[in-house]
């Protein structure tokens, strides 16, 4: 491990589906403030390679260690291996868990000219990589003795989840799933040291945004809402998960934290 004088040195992040968007930009932020970070995602090799070295530029520059694991985080033996490794070493280290998988089926209800319409199994797996998989990785790491007594878990939703996007049923459904399981974390857990709360994103132009049916629609229309002009990027998101993992916000719990410059307000 690095040793640094920052803020969060010595604690680990762990981010499952860190490598785009989102969970890209925080292992940035993090690593800025000092924090060590596994990183868990599914990627090509010659992706990985880059993502490899961006990671180890950051090591470099922050004095960090990021842990590069590319692994299904859906699938209960690679679960169950990763933590056994990382508990041999990490216990009471991870001060947060960020949920940030992005994988999900993106069809109509009603499969008409010629579409293929959503199936059952695709609202169910979706569900599972979207939302409940969050709630196995904190019940298994919390089991493992790996968080922090002041440990975050925060997951990531989004306005779809009770709005209607074109192609975006399935994801909306578990993104609602998501924000019930949230509640029920919030108090569950909180007997353990563990704050669980959502993030709710504005319109951001990532990789899993630009697989929605008519995306470019979605940003333009953002852009014409938001009063800054702009829609959301990765890296406005990642302040504020920053921000929730700091001593300050040891309060803030069950919550869903609007980051969308005010584009909800139009």
Same mark, same amino acid.
């Given at each position: 491990?690095?040793?640094?004088?920052?803020?969060?040195?010595?604690?680990?992040?762990?981010?499952?589906?860190?490598?785009?968007?989102?969970?890209?930009?925080?292992?940035?932020?993090?690593?800025?403030?000092?924090?060590?970070?596994?990183?868990? @995602?599914?990627e090509t090799a010659a992706a990985e390679r880059a993502l490899k070295q961006k990671f180890t530029e950051l090591e470099s520059?922050?004095?960090?260690?990021?842990?590069?694991?590319?692994?299904? %985080?859906?699938?209960?033996?690679?679960?169950?291996?990763?933590?056994?490794? !990382?508990?041999?070493?990490?216990?009471?280290?991870?001060?947060?868990?960020?949920?940030?998988?992005?994988?999900?089926?993106?069809? $109509?209800?009603?499969?008409?000219?010629?579409?293929?319409?959503?199936?059952?199994?695709?609202?169910?797996?979706?569900?599972?990589?979207?939302?409940?998989?969050?709630?196995?990785?904190?019940?298994?790491?919390?089991?493992?003795?790996? !968080?922090?007594?002041?440990?975050?878990?925060?997951?990531?939703?989004?306005?779809?989840?009770?709005? @209607?996007?074109?192609? @975006?049923?399935?994801?909306?459904?578990?993104?609602?799933?998501?924000?019930?399981?949230?509640? @029920?974390?919030?108090?569950?857990?909180?007997?353990?040291?563990?704050?669980?709360?959502?993030?709710?994103?504005?319109?951001? %132009?990532? $990789?899993?945004?630009?697989?929605?049916?008519?995306?470019?629609?979605?940003?333009?229309?953002?852009?014409?809402?938001? $009063?800054?002009?702009?829609?959301?990027? $990765?890296?406005?998101?990642?302040?504020?998960?920053?921000?929730?993992?700091?001593?300050?916000?040891?309060?803030?719990?069950?919550?869903?934290?609007?980051?969308?410059?005010?584009?909800?307000?139009?």
């Amino acid at each position: 491990m690095h040793p640094n004088n920052k803020q969060f040195s010595g604690h680990w992040a762990i981010v499952l589906g860190g490598s785009s968007g989102f969970g890209l930009a925080t292992v940035e932020k993090l690593s800025s403030h000092g924090m060590n970070t596994a990183v868990l @995602y599914r990627e090509t090799a010659a992706a990985e390679r880059a993502l490899k070295q961006k990671f180890t530029e950051l090591e470099s520059q922050h004095e960090v260690t990021i842990s590069a694991h590319n692994i299904n %985080a859906l699938d209960d033996a690679a679960r169950k291996a990763f933590i056994e490794q !990382f508990a041999q070493s990490k216990k009471g280290q991870v001060k947060v868990l960020l949920h940030s998988i992005a994988r999900g089926n993106l069809k $109509p209800l009603v499969g008409d000219a010629g579409k293929e319409s959503l199936t059952q199994q695709d609202i169910q797996l979706t569900t599972y990589a979207m939302a409940t998989s969050m709630l196995d990785w904190a019940r298994e790491l919390l089991s493992a003795g790996l !968080f922090h007594t002041d440990g975050r878990i925060i997951g990531l939703t989004s306005e779809g989840s009770d709005k @209607y996007w074109e192609g @975006y049923a399935a994801v909306s459904v578990a993104k609602a799933s998501l924000e019930s399981l949230t509640t @029920y974390m919030a108090v569950e857990f909180a007997k353990y040291g563990l704050k669980t709360n959502l993030v709710l994103a504005g319109i951001t %132009a990532t $990789p899993s945004l630009m697989r929605i049916p008519d995306s470019e629609r979605l940003i333009a229309h953002a852009i014409a809402r938001n $009063p800054s002009g702009r829609i959301t990027k $990765p890296e406005d998101v990642a302040n504020v998960i920053y921000l929730l993992c700091t001593d300050e916000a040891a309060w803030i719990n069950g919550t869903i934290v609007r980051v969308d410059g005010g584009e909800n307000c139009r």
